[in-house]
């Protein structure tokens, strides 16, 4: 079931799907809820998926002013206040990633396990940045026309809301992860834009966090191993830690 709600002014596309406990499923920049299509959006099996997107990706319109974390975080907390009406399974890719650790840091109450794939906690951890004025991607600007409101002659100006910040968003220390409360998994590929060093800092910063880092994969791992990664992730949401017997981390 697919449709709109309104948030602070914000006229937000989701789908929803499946049935069970909540699982909101927060897409990359410059893409939207199909990048989840055939992958993590097959946990509907098993839970209650939302998808929503964001402002001035996908279905949902742009609004007048920039496009960033914090907004886009302020948005996220809006919906899983108003739709999903309470604490979720929260899983992010990429830039979506990067927005739903800034909701566990503000909104602790709201996420009860967090799963960030190719995710950022301080810009610097990126390899690879989009930059102003550079070329738009021409598979993505198709897929943006494809069910834009906003029609494919507004792909550029998205484009550079999201180039003018990247480099300033996100901003968090190392120690900033330690208030990371719930069970968190951390996933990436083997040749992402995102630093392994990057991720490993990510995952040994916060207390509960798993790490999983899926080989011959870049950071469209979702769609270059769909089914391993959609099982690495289905069985860190459904399920509790299996018993490890030569911890070295967890003691």
């Known amino acids: ?99 739903a ?21 301080a810009a610097e951890g990126m390899l690879v940045k989009p930059e102003p004025g550079a070329p738009v991607p021409e598979e993505m600007a198709k897929l943006y026309a494809e069910v834009s409101p906003d029609g494919p002659e507004h792909f550029p100006v998205v484009v550079a809301k999201i180039a003018e910040v990247v480099g300033k968003e996100p901003a968090h220390d190392v120690a900033d992860l330690a208030r990371v409360g719930c069970r968190t998994l951390v996933m990436t590929g083997d040749d992402d834009i995102v630093s392994l060093e990057h991720t490993v800092e990510l995952y040994r910063g916060i207390p509960d966090a798993e790490l999983a880092i899926v080989p011959r994969a870049t950071h469209l791992l979702l769609m270059e191993k769909p089914e391993l990664c959609t099982r690495i992730v289905g069985e860190f949401l459904a399920g509790e830690p299996a018993p490890t017997f030569m911890p070295m981390r967890r003691v």
């Open 101 to 121: 650790l800034e909701v566990a840091l503000q909104r602790p109450d709201l996420v009860e396990r967090l799963v960030l794939v190719s995710g950022v906690f």
């Open 1 to 99: 079931m697919a449709g709109y709600v309104d948030l602070d002014g914000v006229r937000t596309w989701y789908d929803e799907r499946g049935s069970g406990e909540p699982l909101v499923l927060l897409h990359g920049g410059l893409s939207d809820s199909r990048i989840f299509t055939g992958n993590l959006d097959t946990l509907a099996e098993r839970f209650h998926v939302y998808l929503p997107e964001r402002r001035g990706h996908g279905h949902t319109p742009d609004v007048e002013g920039p496009i960033t974390i914090e907004l886009m975080t302020r948005d996220t907390i809006a919906f899983l206040d108003k739709v999903v009406g309470g604490p979720a399974r929260l899983a992010g890719y990429s830039n979506g990633a990067s927005i």
